[in-house]
């Protein structure tokens, strides 16, 4: 399976202001997902990053919140913008690398805004 | 739309017992489904995999099942340690084209000393 180190592990945040979190893979793969975890809650998808492309946001998600960049296979980042305390949650990065073998998750950012 | 729902929510236990955590389905399309466990603040490290064809898959003291008619699938953990403390979740992989993976809200468990 693939290792995936995402950075930062955590951070508290101004209103505001915004943040930036990197995911890089020791394999190269067609498609990185981005994932929310509100409090308490399950995990639910932003989007999902192709290389050379725009990437796909799921429904309540959007580019100018979320923007979201792609520059190579094995790297991605998701800038979380203009941050409210509502946007305190875990964001995880993940990734299948061949296809049946599962997905395999970044240890996830945990940001408080404040 | 796929719902996975986990039961029990929440699950202290002493150590050393065998449990099991179930997590059901409502989609039997699936294409895989897979357990993870979460420590607090952390990512999802992957437990097991069962894919659609198969009927459990085993780990060390861990084992998986997965009943698709039924949508039921249970984690085994034998012989419980302090170590297992975490919550575990349940994940259901969709079929058909792009696949879209729906997360349980998982099984937090404490196992005392």
């Known amino acids: 399976s693939a290792v995936i180190s995402q950075k930062p592990s955590r951070d508290i945040c101004q209103r505001g202001t915004s943040l930036t979190i990197q995911c890089q893979v020791d394999s190269q793969v067609t498609m990185m997902f981005w994932y929310r975890q509100q409090p308490g809650q399950s995990l639910t998808l932003i989007a999902t990053a192709n290389q050379g492309s725009e990437a796909t946001y799921e429904s309540g998600f959007v580019i100018d919140k979320f923007p979201i960049s792609r520059p190579n296979l094995t790297f991605s980042t998701l800038t979380v913008s203009n941050m409210s305390p509502e946007d305190s949650s875990i964001y995880l990065c993940?990734?299948?690398?061949?296809?049946?073998?599962?997905?395999?998750f970044g240890s996830g950012t945990r940001l408080t805004v404040v | 739309k796929q719902e996975v729902t986990q039961i029990p929510a929440a699950l202290s236990v002493p150590e050393g017992e065998n449990l099991v955590l179930n997590c059901s389905f409502t989609d039997s399309a699936i294409y895989n489904l897979q357990w993870f466990r979460q420590d607090p603040g952390k990512g999802l490290t992957s437990l097991l995999l069962?894919?659609?064809?198969?009927r459990e898959q085993t780990s060390g003291r861990l084992n998986a099942s997965l009943d698709k008619s039924s949508g039921r699938s249970t984690l085994y953990i034998a012989a419980s340690q302090p170590g297992d403390s975490a919550t575990y979740l349940c994940a259901v992989i969709l079929s058909g084209g792009y696949q879209k993976v729906t997360f349980g809200i998982g099984t937090k468990l404490q196992v005392i000393p």
């Open positions: 069962i894919q659609s064809s198969q």
């Open positions: 993940s990734v299948e690398v061949y296809t049946n073998y599962g997905y395999t």
